[in-house]
């Protein structure tokens, strides 16, 4: 059987590049190695943003709708911002890729379950090799995750990325969600709700033991009393932050999603990057399918990565003075962060406007003191 394009992996890059493609008349096959659905380590936020990506009927996938947060330090003390419409939406994410998956199928996508992929023999028609046979395809894309069995084959390797870890438990934060800095030092934790529980997790780019942290702080916690710590699960993020740590594929293999480092390196999403590369990826694929990878790294470049390098200016800052930058989210910066999470402000305009006030929040006298104390008690 030959295909125009297999894609393998069945998160939202994977299910949303089979469904534009297949909008497009493509004859695509989609590999997913387990029984949808399946069980899918993520706090599962997606900003507003998102929205017009996404098929018809994603509102059924929502557990909740998310008006705005409260921004912590170290769980102690908190800005709080709620907007009349909501910003993020909150969704189980085994439901809402079989949700995304079962879209494409509509499209015409063929579905295949429990299958592993193997390897690909390169050539203008790819051998692509599963477990349960062998097709034949002018395109390939991995949409396979962090641990890319589709990149490893073309040489690639992850070099920067966050080490996550979550767990849920009883609480109920309804329509908002908390973001706490200072808990890790290159990183931050969050508790977003889900349905009537919440999820409690961190990220960090550091070396800390993230269950350890982790345990501390919901012990500690000055707002949220939390259930026992009881099956904490880690995963990895990639993210970039130049642009040369794209990884886009060779040839008419192509990458998208984590497997091709698409991710926001302040916050750690990468839903809404996935489907938007994904739809700019099935949009090179058959716009000019001899010249698809350079056409999928240009329309990239154009929509996508200006945004995450400077989003990774922002947390090389953030994350460095992490007082200061809790000092200055207050207010304006808040508003202008909810407004990115709807698509109506960038990371570049948050940099370019906001470096200023964020230096003079640095050296500030309190701000300044508060870093050097901070400093020296981490050395203890």
Same mark, same amino acid.
């Given at each position: 059987?030959k295909?125009?394009?297999?894609?393998?992996?069945?998160?939202?890059?994977?299910?949303?590049?089979?469904?534009?493609?297949?909008?497009? !008349?493509?004859?695509?096959?989609?590999?997913?190695?387990?029984?949808?659905?399946? $069980?899918?380590?993520?706090?599962?936020?997606?900003?507003?943003?998102?929205?017009?990506?996404?098929?018809?009927?994603?509102?059924?996938?929502?557990?909740?709708?998310?008006?705005?947060?409260?921004?912590? $330090?170290?769980?102690? +003390?908190?800005?709080? @911002?709620?907007?009349?419409?909501?910003?993020?939406?909150?969704?189980?994410?085994?439901?809402?890729?079989?949700?995304?998956?079962?879209?494409a199928?509509?499209?015409?996508?063929?579905?295949?379950?429990?299958?592993?992929?193997?390897s690909?023999?390169?050539?203008?028609?790819?051998r692509?090799?599963?477990?349960?046979g062998?097709?034949?395809?002018?395109?390939?894309?991995?949409?396979?995750?962090?641990?890319?069995?589709?990149?490893?084959?073309?040489?690639?390797?992850?070099?920067?990325?966050?080490?996550?870890?979550?767990f849920?438990?009883?609480?109920?934060?309804?329509?908002? +969600? +908390?973001?706490?800095?200072?808990?890790?030092?290159?990183?931050?934790?969050?508790?977003?709700?889900?349905?009537?529980?919440?999820?409690?997790?961190?990220?960090?780019?550091? @070396?800390?033991?993230?269950?350890?942290?982790l345990?501390?702080?919901?012990?500690?916690?000055?707002?949220?009393?939390?259930?026992?710590?009881?099956?904490?699960?880690?995963?990895?993020?990639?993210?970039?932050?130049?642009?040369?740590?794209?990884?886009?594929? @060779? %040839?008419?293999?192509?990458?998208?999603?984590?497997?091709?480092?698409?991710?926001?390196?302040?916050? !750690?999403?990468?839903?809404?990057?996935?489907?938007?590369?994904?739809?700019?990826?099935?949009?090179?694929?058959?716009?000019?399918?001899?010249?698809?990878?350079?056409?999928?790294?240009?329309?990239?470049?154009?929509?996508?990565?200006?945004?995450?390098?400077?989003?990774?200016?922002?947390?090389?800052?953030?994350?460095? $003075?992490?007082?200061?930058?809790?000092?200055?989210?207050?207010?304006?910066?808040?508003?202008?962060?909810l @407004?990115?999470?709807?698509? %109506?402000?960038?990371?570049?305009?948050?940099?370019?406007?906001?470096?200023?006030?964020?230096?003079?929040?640095?050296?500030?006298? %309190?701000?300044?003191?508060?870093?050097?104390?901070?400093?020296?008690?981490?050395?203890?």
């Amino acid at each position: 059987m030959k295909y125009d394009v297999v894609v393998v992996g069945g998160g939202p890059a994977g299910a949303s590049t089979a469904r534009y493609l297949s909008q497009k !008349g493509a004859k695509v096959l989609l590999i997913e190695r387990r029984k949808l659905p399946r $069980f899918k380590l993520c706090a599962g936020c997606l900003s507003a943003r998102i929205t017009p990506l996404l098929p018809k009927g994603w509102e059924s996938e929502v557990l909740n709708k998310v008006r705005g947060g409260l921004l912590g $330090f170290r769980g102690e +003390v908190f800005h709080e @911002k709620l907007e009349p419409e909501s910003v993020a939406y909150i969704v189980d994410r085994s439901s809402f890729d079989r949700f995304l998956v079962n879209s494409a199928v509509e499209e015409g996508t063929v579905l295949w379950e429990e299958t592993e992929f193997l390897s690909f023999e390169p050539g203008g028609t790819l051998r692509v090799k599963t477990d349960k046979g062998t097709v034949e395809a002018n395109f390939l894309v991995g949409a396979d995750g962090f641990y890319t069995r589709v990149g490893r084959q073309l040489g690639y390797r992850k070099e920067k990325y966050f080490r996550s870890v979550e767990f849920w438990t009883e609480g109920d934060l309804r329509d908002r +969600v +908390v973001i706490d800095i200072g808990v890790v030092k290159r990183g931050y934790a969050w508790i977003f709700p889900k349905g009537d529980m919440v999820s409690v997790g961190l990220a960090t780019t550091g @070396k800390e033991n993230t269950l350890s942290v982790l345990k501390d702080y919901t012990a500690k916690h000055k707002l949220i009393k939390f259930g026992e710590v009881k099956k904490a699960k880690g995963w990895m993020i990639p993210f970039i932050t130049s642009e040369g740590e794209l990884q886009l594929g @060779k %040839e008419n293999v192509l990458l998208v999603g984590d497997a091709a480092n698409l991710v926001d390196p302040l916050l !750690g999403e990468g839903i809404y990057y996935g489907v938007l590369g994904g739809r700019l990826l099935a949009e090179a694929i058959t716009e000019d399918p001899s010249n698809a990878l350079t056409l999928y790294g240009e329309k990239l470049r154009k929509e996508i990565l200006p945004d995450l390098i400077y989003a990774g200016k922002i947390a090389q800052l953030a994350y460095s $003075f992490q007082w200061a930058a809790f000092r200055m989210a207050g207010g304006f910066t808040m508003d202008r962060f909810l @407004k990115l999470l709807r698509g %109506e402000e960038s990371y570049i305009r948050l940099y370019r406007e906001g470096l200023y006030d964020f230096v003079k929040s640095l050296l500030s006298f %309190e701000n300044f003191s508060h870093i050097i104390i901070d400093k020296i008690l981490r050395r203890r």
